[in-house]
């Protein structure tokens, strides 16, 4: 009797046991792993869904709470699996939601339920990132050297004063000179007269620092009237502090993507706002100035975020146009990029390293992938200014033209591919083929690049 009941007793002692330890697993898996958790929720519900706020999707924080409140914890692990399903089958909570978020399917996701234990781990323990204070989107202006003119000013005017008081110092003394020997002074002579008088005796020197001073005044006007028209490091600021930096390098968007009339039109366009909303209809917040500058883009096409829907209440954005070309000159953007291959970076620079668009110097176009092995170099150094026609002429006379190859077989000339064509024409213009014969390769100016009419109305 006493054996049976011990017997009983470690029965019931055991069946507890696994019981608590079936709970506390049970808790544990429901609590997951935030770690874990992050890299599944990156992987199939980033594109739809913040932890913390409504996005395409609404806020995932507190769902599981809200299921358990509203149905059950077991549709809401159906729920993420196939919301579909747990609509056809009728639960209440699940067709309210459905119809809360204007309908919009939620795509099936093939995850178990302890990987949605994890994802919910993480979704509980987020906590958004907050920018530090002095953290700003920096400085989307003109960039301000320090003037050193003034400087020189000072230096001249110092050197104006020495040179003032050495001659009246030699003036004195050449009065006590005279007065020493006996010699009358003409104390009557004015200023005026008396520097005639000093630079009649030193007429030599006099004519020597003024043809000098000439000089110089010429070199420096034509210096500065060759200043003019030259927009190197140009850097207007923008109605909204956009990065290059972070679309560009850190997202890694390609230039096409925003500049998408690049390839077949003449200007490469300033990206429409709804190119912007493609993204941003999800990303309403950014890294450094939170949620300022991406309202504006809302307030220019039109969108209520807290409607998740456009108002028709729209404002143009008034970007400031920073590479600007004189009126009589014409350059096509498709002609170089999609016919002459020309990458981007080879006139604008590393827009990765920039915030808004700024006119690259010539130093930081030929500094272009010297010290980044992730990008290549660039196939033409300049010497002159960006933007002036020595800069486009100069890239005309060192780029060359890849003719090889390029002729149709059995086609007529007019029938030919572009370069095919200028193939023929080649073989035509024995001059220019016995250059290509000696180092195989035609420039864009062999082949007419530096035409005049090419370039000027």
């Given at each position: ?93 699940a067709n309210k939601l459905f119809a809360d978020n204007g309908k919009s399917v939620m795509t099936p996701q093939a995850v178990s339920n302890e990987q949605i234990d994890h994802i ?116 207007p600021e923008q109605p909204i502090a956009y990065s290059h930096t972070l679309h560009a390098g850190e997202l890694g968007i390609d230039c096409k993507y925003c500049h998408n009339a ?23 917040e950014g890294t450094e100035t939170g949620t300022e500058e991406i309202a504006k883009i809302y307030e220019a096409a039109g969108w209520d975020p807290d409607l998740n829907a456009y ?147």
């Amino acid at each position: 009797m006493l054996k049976s009941v011990i017997s009983q007793r470690f029965k019931s002692l055991a069946l507890t046991a696994i019981a608590l330890l079936s709970f506390t697993y049970n808790i544990h898996a429901q609590e997951g792993d935030a770690a874990i958790g992050e890299g599944i929720f990156k992987a199939n519900c980033a594109s739809c869904h913040f932890p913390d706020k409504d996005m395409t999707g609404p806020a995932l924080q507190g769902a599981r709470q809200r299921w358990i409140d509203n149905s059950s914890e077991e549709k809401f692990y159906e729920w993420i699996k196939n919301s579909q399903a747990v609509i056809k089958g009728g639960d209440a909570y699940a067709n309210k939601l459905f119809a809360d978020n204007g309908k919009s399917v939620m795509t099936p996701q093939a995850v178990s339920n302890e990987q949605i234990d994890h994802i919910f781990a993480y979704v509980e323990a987020y906590v958004p990132q907050v920018a530090g204070p002095g953290e700003t989107a920096g400085n989307v202006g003109v960039t301000v050297e320090e003037d050193s003119s003034m400087m020189w000013w000072i230096m001249a005017g110092l050197l104006l004063l020495v040179i003032g008081a050495a001659v009246m110092s030699k003036s004195n003394l050449a009065k006590a000179e005279k007065v020493s020997k006996g010699e009358e002074i003409d104390h009557n002579e004015t200023v005026g007269q008396g520097v005639r008088r000093w630079a009649w005796n030193n007429r030599g020197w006099v004519g020597f620092f003024s043809l000098v001073f000439v000089i110089i005044i010429l070199v420096v006007g034509m210096m500065d009237l060759m200043k003019i028209g030259v927009f190197e490091d140009y850097k207007p600021e923008q109605p909204i502090a956009y990065s290059h930096t972070l679309h560009a390098g850190e997202l890694g968007i390609d230039c096409k993507y925003c500049h998408n009339a690049v390839t077949k039109s003449k200007h490469a366009t300033i990206p429409t706002v709804n190119v912007c909303m493609n993204c941003h209809k999800a990303v309403n917040e950014g890294t450094e100035t939170g949620t300022e500058e991406i309202a504006k883009i809302y307030e220019a096409a039109g969108w209520d975020p807290d409607l998740n829907a456009y108002t028709g209440d729209t404002k143009p954005i008034k970007w400031v146009k920073v590479h600007n070309l004189p009126d009589h000159v014409y350059f096509n953007h498709s002609q170089h990029v999609e016919v002459g291959g020309v990458d981007c970076q080879q006139c604008h620079g590393d827009m990765k390293q920039e915030t808004v668009a700024r006119v690259m110097t010539t130093q930081d176009l030929n500094n272009v992938g010297v010290n980044n092995p992730d990008m290549d170099e660039n196939a033409v150094k300049f010497t002159r200014p960006t933007l002036t026609m020595g800069w486009c002429i100069e890239c005309h006379e060192k780029s060359s033209v890849d003719v090889g190859g390029s002729h149709v077989a059995g086609a007529a000339e007019n029938e030919d591919s572009y370069y095919g064509v200028i193939h023929q024409r080649l073989l035509k213009d024995k001059k220019t083929y016995q250059r290509y014969l000696e180092d195989d390769v035609i420039s864009v100016a062999e082949l007419g690049g530096w035409e005049c009419a090419k370039c000027h109305y």
